[in-house]
């Protein structure tokens, strides 16, 4: 068995694609479009794939039973790691582009930089330096 993807149901697919390659620098990916309304789309992040999905195709899969990620609140207990060079950076550019700051870099007692973000929609994003180095 292998780890395939990761889907994160959003209200706005398109808004959210278009977030994510303006903040982060992904490349858009496979998009399922239906009746002229963006239900999925992915990113191009390497061996993992970053999918998103309509809240309509989340009612359709789970009837209803799952918990909806917004911006506004608390998050959901989910994080997205994205590795970078220049941490402070891409954190900025992030932030530049509609992140919403959580934290700063900071050096962990490991000694990797890390810093907190929280995307359009609501995901928590740890953009962090590469480990051992």
């Known amino acids: 068995m292998k780890y395939g993807y990761t889907i994160i149901y959003v209200k706005d697919v398109t808004a959210t694609l278009e977030f994510y390659e303006k903040a982060f620098g992904f490349e858009r990916g496979m998009v399922y479009e239906e009746n002229g309304i963006v239900d999925y789309s992915e990113l191009k992040s390497g061996d993992t794939t970053i999918g998103f999905a309509s809240y309509d195709l989340g009612e359709m899969n789970f009837q209803g ?5 917004t911006r506004e609140g608390n998050p959901v207990g989910l994080e997205l790691v994205f590795v970078d060079d220049d941490v402070a950076e891409a954190t ?12 700063e870099p900071v050096e962990k007692p490991w000694g990797q930089t890390v810093s907190y973000v929280r995307a359009l929609e609501g995901t928590i994003i740890s953009i962090c330096s590469p480990m051992g180095e």
């Open 65 to 69: 039973k799952y918990e909806k990620i």
């Open 92 to 103: 900025a550019h992030a932030v530049k582009n509609g992140a919403e700051l959580i934290s």
